[in-house]
């Protein structure tokens, strides 16, 4: 789960992380009004959304007078701001952070990340701040520095120490450095984030450490105990597919293909997609049902991959393991008489009661087209719907 900026700033502030002041406006009088609480000229006006890139794709302003912060929130309210994380569609400004300005001699990125190479927390630190790390990564990753925590004593002094010196910090500044990065390592492992990042982290001309930008996400997992968390929640920002996909406990992801797939299993769905892929098909969707699927789990999963007016056909690949294979195939005949289904449908079962839920596919006089294997299936609806678009209709 993600959150906006000022709601990171607001996290990072509660554990002792400088942040700049400011406040959050909806309409352009309210940024007029949070301007003149600043007393201070430069104003610095920041789209808010869940994406990174904001600045490059004009979404962040620096107003030089206070005059001129009538005119850009008025600009960035409402506007659609396109970045490297929005996708072609972008995301629709509906609100700003108004801050000051600040003074900046340097900055620096620092962030705690989960490395799943090693199954360790780590903290990964640069000089390069303000720049993207996967930029700083490719053309110079010398200047990345890493630390990797222990689980059982967590982050010690002397590994902040460490990044400190190799990010060549000024002396006089190192005790508060460090500081500021167990600071932030606290607020990873309290709020159960899956990335804590500053960037950039800035150092002023009175020697501050001062949080400029911030990103906070959490494990959707841990959020059960985070509900200060949950409540910064903004569904604005989310695809309304996924958002009704988790009030039924599905998991879903949409793409930009046109093969829809309904799996149980976060590693089957994802060699579910590779293999369409493999035989030429582009999949729509990541979702995954399961363990515990239901006839109502699975109707509604048909309901959110049918609501991608891009999906001309249906992949189910199921193994039932712990599900059952008949209890699976009640839920698809049910679910596609519900919803009308129009397109192309190829099931693979395998598993616990396998031949009761063929034989109820087959008794069921829908047009469900059943395959013996994951290969045989992705041929078939790659094959189905590839035929569907030559003929400029829908294959029934």
Not at 45 to 66: D, E, N, P, T
Not at 274 to 291: E, K, Q, T
Not at 374 to 396: N, Y
Request: proline share 3%; hydrophobic share 45%; net charge negative.
């Amino acid at each position: 789960m993600n959150i906006h900026e000022h709601q990171a700033k607001a996290i990072l502030a509660s554990y002792g992380i400088a942040t700049p002041r400011g406040g959050v406006a909806y309409t352009p009088e309210e940024a007029v009004a949070v301007a003149h609480t600043l007393h201070t000229e430069v104003v610095v006006v920041k789209a808010q959304i869940h994406a990174g890139g904001r600045g490059k794709a004009g979404g962040v302003k620096l107003a030089k007078s206070r005059a001129d912060v009538l005119p850009y929130a008025s600009e960035l309210l409402g506007k659609v701001l396109i970045t490297h994380q929005t996708g072609s569609d972008g995301k629709q400004v509906q609100r700003l952070l108004i801050e000051e300005g600040c003074d900046i001699v340097k900055e620096y990125y620092v962030a705690v990340v989960v490395d799943r190479g090693s199954g360790r927390v780590v903290v990964m630190a640069s000089s390069e701040g303000g720049m993207d790390i996967e930029e700083v990564a490719e053309r110079t990753p010398e200047r990345i520095v890493r630390e990797t925590v222990d689980p059982v004593i967590g982050l010690m002094p002397f590994q902040a120490r460490n990044i400190a010196f190799a990010l060549g910090i000024p002396k006089q500044t190192v005790g508060a450095f460090v500081a500021l990065v167990q600071k932030l390592y606290t607020v990873f492992i309290s709020c159960d984030c899956a990335i804590a990042e500053i960037n950039p982290l800035v150092l002023t001309g009175t020697n501050e450490w001062i949080a400029l930008d911030a990103k906070l996400s959490f494990d959707a997992n841990a959020l059960v105990r985070q509900p200060e968390i949950v409540a910064l929640r903004d569904l604005s920002e989310e695809d309304a597919r996924e958002i009704q996909a988790s009030a039924f406990d599905l998991s879903y992801i949409a793409l930009d293909g046109n093969i829809g797939c309904m799996v149980n299993g976060a590693g089957l769905a994802m060699a579910t997609m590779d293999i369409i892929s493999h035989y030429g098909g582009r999949p729509a969707n990541f979702l995954d049902v399961g363990g515990g699927a239901t006839t109502q789990k699975v109707t509604e999963a048909f309901k959110i991959i049918l609501s991608d007016a891009s999906v001309k056909g249906i992949f189910v690949n199921i193994f039932g393991g712990i599900m059952r294979c008949d209890v699976i195939a009640d839920g698809i005949i049910a679910a596609a008489r519900e919803v009308g289904l129009d397109r192309p449908l190829v099931v693979r079962l395998e598993g616990t009661n396998v031949q009761q839920g063929k034989q109820l596919l087959a008794q069921s006089s829908l047009a469900i087209h059943t395959a013996d294997s994951m290969a045989d299936g992705a041929q078939k609806i790659v094959a189905l719907v590839s035929c569907a678009s030559a003929e400029g209709g829908t294959a029934q």
